[in-house]
């Protein structure tokens, strides 16, 4: 992993850097480079297990950060930080949830006939399988695991004043611990709250998408490690693609709530590298609906910075040409 | 006893009436008096009167945002000295300009020893002080940090030369350049850490982004005019005089004007203790308006008035600093104007 210093002198423009759809890695550098890679994480089929935190901990050899129990429902380990790369979150509401009704109910079933097909009950003929969607129930419990959007316009690359933070070839956005001073700068510039400061380490750690995983061909340890597929990796192009499919289905069948989070490259971020489908409002997740990357406004800031520059340069002026009389 | 029974018997209460404290069972309803609510409940009986509650959802009212990590003194303190600084040099070269030499020294020696400490606050502040050196790696126009190390780290040397020449009137051709030059960088090491914390996700300090430069170099010219009337004779301290003047009215109408247009994300400037400390600033800066109004021709009365605008002027540092922690770490802040957002876009 030796990535190029590209902070100086290469942006097309800043324009193109800070707002709308782009190509990230073109815009960071690589005129030839791979396929922008990223997560599409379906919080329709997360289960909870975990998997994906535990081998983002082992792969990424993250510390051990406490071990607690919050009492918010199956989360223990809270939100995204310097060593919660992968966070699964767990809502629990007084919602019905279309089609997850596992149907143990069997009164209006004649066992008799079904038990003479022996073992083999076809499909079709059976009165209730695990798919068979049953009422609607008056509980549901939302699962999502959440992690690094690796944003178009990254606002933790963005402010980083070292360069530890760049873009790579895939178009991921990862910190070099190597350069990182800990200034911290990146972390209140975040609009998701992923990036953090590590206790006793001083530096800012945060999901690499597995650089280097990446980087000989293998997929992420999350997605990986995912026993039901809620994290699926690959080309952003494709995920966008297979994301619309599935979102298309849920409302086919009756899912309204479900919806895309971080898809739309025209968004405040421009995209998320990292994408979601949601089965609620971003906010009950922990996400902000409407995220910005704050350097969206820095060529506005500066304007206000010069003006304001200038008039401390004006009340100085002012104040020694009326500086004899108020002695 | 077992340790489980204790526990047990800790939690609920055998009472003539009937258990008490018990624990609800399966008649508990998801997401009712989990601690963190509870305790808001708690705070807002206590507290001052309550507004009506705005509804909104998060995730177990945790902050959206990571907050920021920077510690108090360190950053507050580099706040408030740049922008001491900054100022500070504009009154050193007027005084070079127009022969105050007593205003001169002082403008100049507190430039230098405020731009030191704000260096010395900014690398205390890092995660891993021994890499400062990494700040000058690169220079990005994306970062504010970025732009503000390379500009102390040509601003302060500058003020070290002029303020060594200006004590000891030796080189004066050479001070006078560097005080010349240390005023032309001076403005924007006054104004450039407001860009720096505006260019977060902190609602209160990104919303806060058209008027929080003028609140800096405002708040910063009423720190160095201070200082001039706190060290400076009566007969030349008629400029700093007038910058303190300048500078608390810059200060006090940006701010308000931040305050009324942010709506919302402008609550924290006024609650809790980055509130208390805004309150504290502005009480002190109007003392010390006052007296550098009333007290000319009295030297105690000025310099009271300038040991005033300085507390005012990092008073008010602090309270920015704070206010921003305490919007980063409420959800409401982040969540409902991205909710309006939304509502108006459709």
Same mark, same amino acid.
């Given at each position: 992993?030796?990535?190029?210093?590209?902070?100086?002198?290469?942006?097309?423009?800043?324009?193109?850097?800070?707002?709308?759809?782009?190509?990230?890695?073109?815009?960071?550098?690589?005129?030839?480079?791979?396929?922008?890679?990223?997560?599409?994480?379906?919080?329709?089929?997360?289960?909870?297990?975990?998997?994906?935190?535990?081998?983002?901990?082992?792969?990424?050899?993250?510390?051990?950060?406490?071990?607690?129990?919050?009492?918010?429902?199956?989360?223990?380990?809270?939100?995204?930080?310097? #060593?919660?790369?992968?966070?699964?979150?767990?809502?629990?509401?007084?919602?019905?949830?279309?089609?997850?009704?596992?149907?143990?109910?069997?009164?209006?079933?004649?066992?008799?006939?079904?038990?003479?097909?022996?073992?083999?009950?076809?499909?079709?003929?059976?009165?209730?399988?695990?798919?068979?969607?049953?009422?609607?129930?008056?509980?549901?419990?939302?699962?999502?695991?959440?992690?690094?959007?690796?944003?178009?316009?990254?606002?933790?690359?963005?402010?980083?004043?070292?360069?530890?933070?760049?873009?790579?070839?895939?178009?991921?956005?990862?910190?070099?611990?190597?350069?990182?001073?800990?200034?911290?700068?990146?972390?209140?510039?975040?609009?998701?709250?992923?990036?953090?400061?590590?206790?006793?380490?001083?530096?800012?750690?945060?999901?690499?998408?597995?650089?280097?995983?990446?980087?000989?061909?293998?997929?992420?340890?999350?997605?990986?490690?995912?026993?039901?597929?809620?994290?699926?990796?690959?080309?952003?192009?494709?995920?966008?693609?297979?994301? #619309?499919?599935?979102?298309?289905?849920?409302?086919?069948?009756?899912?309204?709530?479900?919806?895309?989070?971080?898809?739309?490259?025209? #968004?405040?971020?421009?995209?998320?590298?990292?994408?979601?489908?949601?089965?609620?409002?971003?906010?009950?997740?922990?996400?902000?609906?409407?995220?910005?990357?704050?350097?969206?406004?820095?060529?506005?800031?500066?304007?206000?910075?010069?003006?304001?520059?200038?008039?401390?340069?004006?009340?100085?002026?002012?104040?020694?040409?009326?500086?004899?009389?108020?002695? | 006893?077992?340790?489980?029974?204790?526990?047990?018997?800790?939690? =609920?209460?055998?009472?003539?009436?009937?258990?008490?404290?018990?624990?609800?069972?399966?008649?508990?309803?998801?997401?009712?008096?989990?601690?963190?609510?509870?305790?808001?409940?708690?705070?807002?009986?206590?507290?001052?009167?309550?507004?009506?509650?705005?509804?909104?959802? =998060?995730?177990?009212?945790?902050?959206?945002?990571?907050?920021?990590?920077?510690?108090?003194?360190?950053? *507050?303190?580099?706040?408030?000295?740049?922008?001491?600084?900054?100022? @500070?040099?504009?009154?050193?070269?007027?005084?070079?300009?127009?022969?105050? *030499?007593?205003?001169?020294?002082?403008?100049?020696?507190?430039?230098?020893?405020?731009?030191?400490?704000?260096?010395?606050?900014?690398?205390?502040?890092?995660?891993?002080? @021994?890499?400062?050196?990494?700040?000058?790696?690169?220079?990005?126009?994306?970062?504010?940090?970025?732009?503000?190390?390379?500009?102390?780290?040509?601003?302060?040397?500058?003020?070290?030369?002029?303020?060594?020449?200006?004590?000891?009137?030796?080189?004066?051709?050479?001070?006078?350049?560097?005080?010349?030059?240390?005023?032309?960088?001076? *403005?924007?090491?006054?104004?450039?850490?407001? @860009?720096?914390?505006?260019?977060?996700?902190?609602?209160?300090?990104?919303?806060?982004?058209?008027?929080?430069?003028?609140?800096?170099?405002?708040?910063?010219?009423?720190?160095?005019?201070?200082?001039?009337?706190?060290?400076?004779?009566?007969?030349?301290?008629?400029?700093?005089?007038?910058?303190?003047?300048?500078?608390?009215?810059?200060?006090?109408?940006?701010?308000?004007?931040?305050?009324?247009?942010?709506?919302?994300?402008?609550?924290?400037?006024?609650?809790?203790?980055?509130?208390?400390?805004?309150?504290?600033?502005?009480?002190?800066?109007?003392?010390?308006?006052?007296?550098?109004?009333?007290?000319?021709?009295?030297?105690?009365?000025?310099?009271?008035?300038?040991? @005033?605008?300085?507390?005012?002027?990092?008073?008010?540092?602090?309270?920015?600093?704070?206010?921003?922690?305490? =919007?980063?770490?409420?959800?409401?802040?982040?969540?409902? *104007?991205?909710?309006?957002?939304?509502?108006?876009?459709?």
């Amino acid at each position: 992993m030796a990535p190029v210093d590209i902070t100086i002198g290469r942006r097309p423009s800043l324009d193109g850097a800070l707002l709308g759809d782009t190509d990230p890695a073109t815009q960071g550098g690589y005129p030839d480079h791979p396929p922008r890679m990223g997560f599409f994480t379906d919080t329709s089929v997360c289960i909870g297990c975990k998997a994906c935190e535990v081998a983002c901990k082992e792969w990424n050899a993250i510390p051990e950060d406490g071990l607690l129990f919050t009492g918010m429902s199956m989360d223990n380990s809270q939100g995204l930080g310097a #060593d919660t790369w992968r966070h699964v979150a767990f809502i629990e509401q007084r919602k019905p949830i279309a089609a997850q009704d596992p149907g143990v109910a069997h009164e209006g079933v004649d066992v008799t006939p079904l038990a003479r097909q022996g073992s083999g009950t076809a499909a079709g003929q059976a009165a209730v399988t695990p798919t068979t969607p049953g009422d609607a129930g008056e509980f549901r419990w939302l699962m999502a695991s959440d992690v690094c959007k690796h944003c178009t316009h990254a606002a933790c690359l963005d402010v980083c004043p070292t360069g530890s933070l760049f873009r790579t070839e895939f178009g991921t956005v990862v910190v070099q611990e190597d350069i990182c001073n800990g200034c911290g700068y990146c972390i209140p510039a975040c609009p998701y709250g992923v990036i953090d400061q590590r206790e006793g380490d001083g530096r800012a750690w945060k999901c690499t998408l597995c650089y280097d995983r990446l980087s000989v061909g293998q997929e992420p340890a999350c997605a990986k490690s995912c026993p039901t597929n809620s994290i699926q990796f690959g080309p952003l192009d494709e995920l966008r693609e297979r994301a #619309d499919a599935r979102l298309a289905r849920l409302h086919e069948a009756g899912v309204i709530d479900a919806r895309l989070y971080g898809r739309d490259p025209h #968004d405040g971020v421009g995209g998320d590298g990292a994408f979601f489908l949601l089965l609620d409002e971003p906010e009950v997740y922990g996400l902000p609906p409407d995220p910005v990357v704050t350097t969206r406004d820095l060529p506005s800031m500066a304007k206000h910075v010069a003006a304001a520059a200038a008039t401390l340069i004006g009340g100085a002026l002012a104040a020694f040409a009326v500086g004899r009389w108020v002695s | 006893m077992t340790e489980f029974q204790q526990a047990r018997r800790s939690s =609920s209460d055998v009472t003539k009436d009937g258990l008490r404290g018990q624990r609800p069972d399966r008649d508990a309803l998801t997401g009712v008096a989990t601690g963190k609510r509870a305790k808001l409940r708690a705070r807002q009986r206590d507290g001052a009167p309550t507004v009506p509650e705005v509804t909104f959802t =998060s995730y177990y009212n945790l902050p959206v945002i990571n907050s920021p990590v920077w510690s108090s003194p360190d950053i *507050p303190g580099y706040l408030f000295l740049g922008g001491l600084a900054g100022a @500070a040099s504009l009154l050193g070269a007027g005084a070079q300009v127009t022969r105050r *030499p007593a205003l001169g020294r002082v403008s100049k020696a507190g430039a230098f020893a405020a731009g030191v400490l704000s260096l010395v606050g900014l690398v205390h502040d890092l995660g891993r002080p @021994a890499r400062f050196l990494h700040m000058l790696r690169v220079f990005k126009v994306t970062s504010p940090m970025s732009v503000g190390s390379w500009l102390l780290s040509g601003y302060v040397p500058l003020t070290g030369i002029a303020a060594a020449s200006s004590l000891s009137g030796r080189a004066p051709k050479v001070g006078a350049a560097a005080t010349a030059a240390s005023a032309l960088l001076g *403005p924007a090491v006054a104004s450039y850490t407001a @860009a720096l914390i505006s260019d977060t996700a902190v609602p209160a300090w990104h919303d806060g982004y058209p008027e929080m430069p003028f609140v800096f170099v405002g708040s910063g010219a009423a720190a160095a005019g201070g200082l001039g009337l706190l060290a400076v004779p009566l007969t030349q301290s008629g400029p700093a005089r007038a910058m303190a003047v300048f500078g608390v009215g810059t200060e006090l109408a940006s701010f308000e004007r931040m305050k009324r247009r942010i709506g919302m994300t402008a609550e924290p400037y006024s609650e809790g203790r980055g509130g208390a400390y805004v309150r504290a600033g502005k009480v002190l800066s109007l003392f010390g308006l006052a007296g550098a109004v009333l007290g000319r021709g009295n030297r105690v009365v000025t310099a009271l008035s300038g040991a @005033a605008l300085l507390a005012s002027s990092a008073a008010t540092r602090w309270g920015i600093f704070h206010a921003g922690v305490q =919007s980063a770490n409420d959800p409401k802040y982040t969540i409902i *104007p991205q909710r309006e957002r939304i509502k108006g876009r459709r």
